[in-house]
T-cell receptor, first 111, second 113 residues
Framework: QQKVQQSPESLIVPEGGMASLNCTSSDRNVDYFWWYRQHSGKSPKMLMSIFSNGEKEEGRFTVHLNKASLHTSLHIRDSQPSDSALYLCAASVDMGYKLTFGTGTSLLVDP | EAAVTQSPRNKVAVTGGKVTLSCNQT?????MYWYRQDTGHGLRLIHY???????EKGDIPDGYKASRPSQENFSLILELATPSQTSVYFCASGDELGGREQYFGPGTRLTVL
C-alpha cells in the first residue's frame, strides 16, 4: 500500500514570505501528484497537479516534481494570510483514479 | 464547478446503532469516493465506486459498507457504529473528463457515543 509522507507537519511564515512544502511517495509506480488546500472547517479543494518532471507555475504557486526521487514540492511566494490552511499532497499510481493522501502540512501566514 | 452535497451535515449516533451517510453529485462523474479525516491521519479512503452498481474497498473498509444505486448517489453505511468511527466523513466525485481531479462535498461530522 502506497504511503505519502509530507513535511514539515506545520510551518509559520511571515506575510509576504515564501512557504515551501514537501511530499514523497513510497511507490515507484506513482504517476500523478496533486496538491489540495483545506481551510479550517471546509472541504479540500484541488490547488495544482503535476505528472511530468520539472516545474509548473500558476500565479504565486509553483510545483516541482522529481520522478526519480518520487518527490514533489509546493512553493508559495508572497504568502498571504488567506493562504493559511492545511495543504494535502495526494498521489495516484498506474494511471488509476484512487488517491492516497498524506497527513498534510498546516501553514500559518503571520500578518 | 462540480457540486457534491452530503447529508446529514452533523450526526450523533449511539454505539451499536446503524448510520447511513448520503452523498449526491450533479456532475455526472463516474467515480465517487468516501474518505474519513482524523487529526494526524489525513484523508483515508474507505470505499469508492466506478459507476452505478459498483463498489470497491479502499484502504480502511472494515466496519463500513457502501452502496451506489445510481450515477448521482453514493451512500456509506455503518451497520454497527462504534466510538472509533467518530470522525469527519467526506464524499468526493471525479473522473477522467475532469483530469482525475476529485471534488469534495462539505463533509459530515459523525459522533458515536
Amino acid at each position: 500500500q502506497q504511503k505519502v509522507q509530507q513535511s514539515p507537519e506545520s510551518l509559520i511564515v511571515p506575510e509576504g514570505g515564501m512557504a515551501s512544502l514537501n511530499c514523497t511517495s513510497s511507490d515507484r509506480n506513482v504517476d500523478y501528484f496533486w496538491w489540495y488546500r483545506q481551510h479550517s472547517g471546509k472541504s479540500p479543494k484541488m490547488l495544482m497537479s503535476i505528472f511530468s518532471n520539472g516545474e509548473k507555475e500558476e500565479g504565486r504557486f509553483t510545483v516541482h516534481l522529481n520522478k526519480a526521487s518520487l518527490h514533489t514540492s509546493l512553493h508559495i511566494r508572497d504568502s498571504q494570510p488567506s493562504d493559511s490552511a492545511l495543504y494535502l499532497c495526494a498521489a495516484s499510481v498506474d494511471m488509476g483514479y484512487k488517491l492516497t493522501f498524506g497527513t498534510g502540512t498546516s501553514l500559518l501566514v503571520d500578518p | 464547478e462540480a457540486a457534491v452535497t452530503q447529508s446529514p451535515r452533523n450526526k450523533v449516533a449511539v454505539t451499536g446503532g446503524k448510520v447511513t451517510l448520503s452523498c449526491n453529485q450533479t456532475n455526472n462523474h463516474n467515480n465517487m469516493y468516501w474518505y474519513r479525516q482524523d487529526t494526524g491521519h489525513g484523508l483515508r479512503l474507505i470505499h469508492y465506486s466506478y459507476g452505478a452498481g459498483s463498489t470497491e474497498k479502499g484502504d480502511i473498509p472494515d466496519g463500513y459498507k457502501a452502496s451506489r444505486p445510481s450515477q448521482e448517489n453514493f451512500s456509506l453505511i455503518l451497520e454497527l457504529a462504534t466510538p472509533s468511527q467518530t470522525s469527519v466523513y467526506f464524499c468526493a466525485s471525479g473522473d477522467e473528463l475532469g483530469g482525475r481531479e476529485q471534488y469534495f462535498g462539505p463533509g459530515t461530522r459523525l459522533t458515536v457515543l
